[in-house]
């Protein structure tokens, strides 16, 4: 931790040990998680300040100018504004709303509080910022109007948040039903570009899907798949207090596998939990605030089913 950020969280704690709350361990200890719970806090909303900045250009120098609407969340406030004289920015953050509620109970507080904050950020910005159209060409606007968007919204999620609420929903429903992530976003997008069909023309509903491709194409580059679990192995001296911390902080199950390491043939526990992406930042504030050193494998998984990651499909 760099010293002024040492130095300001230790004049936060020192009142507390003034009051002999904190004895001289326990004290060091927690300067030392509130350091890494900052510095993560940090490193998330530099991802989404960028992201919305992304988004953002996107939106003004590319779609709005044009007419060219997307799919998801955002398809859906578009279209809103195109038929309403309804603002894209209230829009943009009224449609969101319900999913961010959501958001609460399916992934947790921490992800609806930093999503509530890009999601403003990102109406303020709309509604303030002008940037000038980039280009007219029809082919270009869905293509790199799609990219930027799509780019904001993968930096977002890299943050620990959305600036779309889809993904919420998609969660949400796949725990509730068979359908998977994939699944619950191709169908609800299939019925935006529909009703866009009908309020436009098939010729913006079908540059509005090739914004869409972009869009999630981009999106699959930055964070690797929004429809992905991430399976995630750890090897740990102190894996009891990672273990604990998955099951009461994450609210996630994991498994513990009995190891020994190659070089000394030391017996060891190794971890392994799923978990989805937007849970992953989580995930490794709560591993480096107990072992910093902790080696950490990640893998991709494309679904998963039963145990605390996912219900099963009533019969």
């Not at 130095?7 to 200890?29: A, C, V």
């Not at 919305?52 to 504004?81: E, Q």
């Not at 799609?146 to 943050?159: D, E, N, P, T, V």
Request: proline residues 2%; aromatic residues 10%.
């Amino acid at each position: 931790m760099k010293p002024i950020f040492r130095y300001i969280l230790i004049e936060i704690f020192k009142l507390d040990k003034k009051k002999g709350e904190l004895p001289d361990k326990q004290f060091e200890s927690e300067v030392k998680k509130a350091g890494i719970e900052f510095s993560h806090l940090f490193h998330d909303f530099f991802f989404i300040i960028v992201g919305v900045i992304s988004a953002t250009i996107g939106l003004k120098g590319f779609l709005l100018p044009n007419m060219f609407i997307d799919g998801g969340v955002m398809g859906i406030s578009l279209i809103i504004a195109e038929i309403t004289v309804l603002p894209l920015s209230v829009l943009i953050f009224i449609v969101n709303l319900p999913f961010l509620i959501m958001g609460i109970s399916t992934i947790s507080r921490q992800f609806a509080i930093k999503s509530i904050v890009a999601i403003t950020m990102l109406a303020v910005s709309v509604h303030f910022f002008t940037f000038p159209a980039i280009t007219n060409d029809k082919l270009l606007i869905a293509v790199f109007g799609g990219f930027f968007l799509g780019l904001g919204i993968g930096l977002a999620i890299r943050g620990g948040a959305v600036i779309d609420g889809t993904e919420v929903l998609a969660v949400f429903v796949s725990r509730k039903t068979s359908l998977t992530i994939g699944d619950v976003i191709l169908v609800f997008n299939i019925m935006i570009f529909s009703v866009a069909a009908y309020v436009f023309t098939i010729e913006i509903a079908l540059y509005a899907m090739l914004t869409y491709l972009s869009a999630s194409k981009t999106v699959d580059f930055v964070v690797s798949g929004i429809e992905e679990y991430v399976g995630v192995t750890i090897i740990s001296y102190k894996n009891d207090e990672i273990r604990l911390a998955i099951l009461e902080k994450l609210g996630r199950g994991c498994t513990v596998y009995s190891g020994k390491r190659g070089q000394t043939l030391e017996k060891v526990d190794i971890l392994y939990t799923l978990l989805t992406r937007l849970e992953l930042a989580k995930l490794n504030t709560e591993i480096d605030k107990i072992d910093k050193e902790a080696f950490v494998i990640m893998h991709s998984i494309k679904d998963a089913k039963g145990g605390m990651i996912k219900k099963r499909p009533l019969e």
